[in-house]
């Protein structure tokens, strides 16, 4: 995902975006495997794939908003939207997960920091 923000013209963000995407099929297949149909990669209680995976989507929801596209949806990947409803409103998480919006402004904020680093002086 971080590789979108460096993308240099249409056809490479769009390449870019589309192995995102191949990549969340990929992940849509070995949750519906490993978690055998119930609410978590690990069952029915939050573990560690749940924690590495969620860690993921604040910057998930941030590269939709920032590009018009939606990588979680009921059509491709069932499973993961059903996941990421539940995980974010779980007890154990959803005091700790970061707002979009803030995450939006920080990544702007680091752009234009990372522009004026690479910037001639």
Same mark, same amino acid.
């Given at each position: *995902?971080?590789?979108?923000?460096?993308?240099?013209?249409?056809?490479?963000? !769009?390449? =870019?975006? @589309?192995?995102?995407?191949? %990549? +969340?099929?990929?992940?849509?297949?070995?949750?519906?495997?490993?978690?055998?149909?119930?609410?978590?990669?690990?069952?029915?209680?939050?573990?560690?794939?749940?924690?590495?995976?969620?860690?993921? *989507?604040?910057?998930?929801?941030?590269?939709?908003?920032?590009?018009?596209? !939606?990588? =979680?949806? @009921?059509?491709?990947?069932? %499973? +993961?939207?059903?996941?990421?409803?539940?995980?974010?409103?779980?007890?154990?998480?959803?005091?700790?997960?970061?707002?979009?919006?803030?995450?939006?402004?920080?990544?702007?904020?680091?752009?234009?920091?990372?522009?004026?680093?690479?910037?001639?002086?």
């Amino acid at each position: *995902m971080r590789s979108i923000v460096g993308a240099q013209g249409d056809d490479e963000r !769009k390449r =870019l975006l @589309q192995e995102v995407r191949e %990549g +969340l099929d990929l992940v849509e297949d070995a949750f519906n495997k490993i978690s055998k149909g119930k609410a978590y990669f690990g069952g029915d209680q939050i573990g560690y794939l749940d924690i590495a995976f969620g860690s993921f *989507m604040g910057w998930l929801r941030v590269h939709e908003a920032s590009n018009g596209v !939606k990588f =979680l949806d @009921q059509g491709t990947t069932p %499973g +993961l939207v059903n996941w990421a409803e539940r995980f974010g409103t779980h007890d154990a998480v959803k005091d700790v997960l970061p707002e979009t919006g803030k995450l939006m402004e920080f990544a702007k904020f680091m752009k234009a920091k990372m522009a004026a680093a690479s910037a001639p002086k």
